[in-house]
């Protein structure tokens, strides 16, 4: 079955700091990849997405991600993070062949950042 | 409207009663989708409607589980004999077509809470 791995589930950092996401998925064939962010006490909003073209995809807030088809992958980056980035962020998948747009999401990576 | 509406908001609600929780997609979306949201968990997914219909309900966790959509619009999930295991947060996310280029709009969600 199609799953999405994100191998960070708590990531602490201070502003400024650099931050890298990790999120893996396993499935053979193209595939659309997205980030979602969640704030605290908001709903779930959507950061970027990818479905083809060029591999580094830039988002809103300064956010990018690089979609590594070699290494099934899709890491979210931002540079230089701010304590208003403190959130949990999914990454998700779904088949391009896929008639029915079902997302499958990883676990969330909860981002505290530290003023 | 100009987002996916969800309600209630919050629900406490006795073991063994039955609830029912509704969302209101925006206007013109023909995709609608489930999903529970439990605590240090992902997002499952529960059930996809293509207007009226539900081509994909592999995720309804048991029979107690049931939705519909009506109208091609709003859509209400009903959990019956409810269970402490079915406390969480349950989205709905709606988008214009089930092609996996759209991305989804989340509702605030309705967070389920069986004392």
């Known amino acids: 079955a199609q799953s999405v791995s994100q191998h960070n589930h708590h990531v602490i950092l201070s502003e400024a700091a650099s931050l890298e996401l990790g999120c893996n998925y396993s499935y053979g064939g193209t595939v659309n990849l997205f980030w979602y962010v969640q704030y605290p006490g908001q709903h779930l909003q959507l950061l970027l997405k990818y479905f083809s073209g060029d591999p580094l995809v830039k988002g809103i807030k300064g956010f990018e991600a690089e979609f590594i088809k070699s290494k099934f992958s899709f890491n979210l980056r931002k540079p230089s993070v701010q304590w208003s980035d403190t959130a949990e962020y999914f990454c998700?998948?779904?088949?391009?062949?896929?008639?029915?747009?079902?997302?499958?999401f990883g676990q969330g990576t909860t981002l505290q950042v530290k003023p | 409207g100009a987002g996916v509406s969800q309600s209630p908001s919050n629900k406490v609600t006795e073991k063994g009663k039955d609830v029912e929780l509704r969302c209101d997609p925006i206007s013109g979306h023909t995709a609608l989708y489930w999903y529970r949201q439990s605590l240090g968990q992902g997002l499952e997914f529960l059930i996809y409607f293509q207007g009226n219909s539900a081509p994909d309900k592999s995720g309804l966790p048991s029979d107690r589980f049931s939705a519909e959509r009506t109208g091609g619009s709003v859509s209400t999930l009903t959990i019956q004999r409810t269970q402490q295991e079915d406390s969480a947060v349950y989205l709905c996310?709606?988008?214009?077509?089930?092609?996996?280029?759209?991305?989804?709009?989340f509702g605030s969600g309705t967070r389920l809470t069986v004392v």
């Open positions: 998700a998948v779904v088949p391009g062949s896929s008639n029915t747009g079902k997302l499958i």
């Open positions: 996310a709606s988008s214009p077509h089930s092609t996996s280029n759209y991305g989804y709009t």
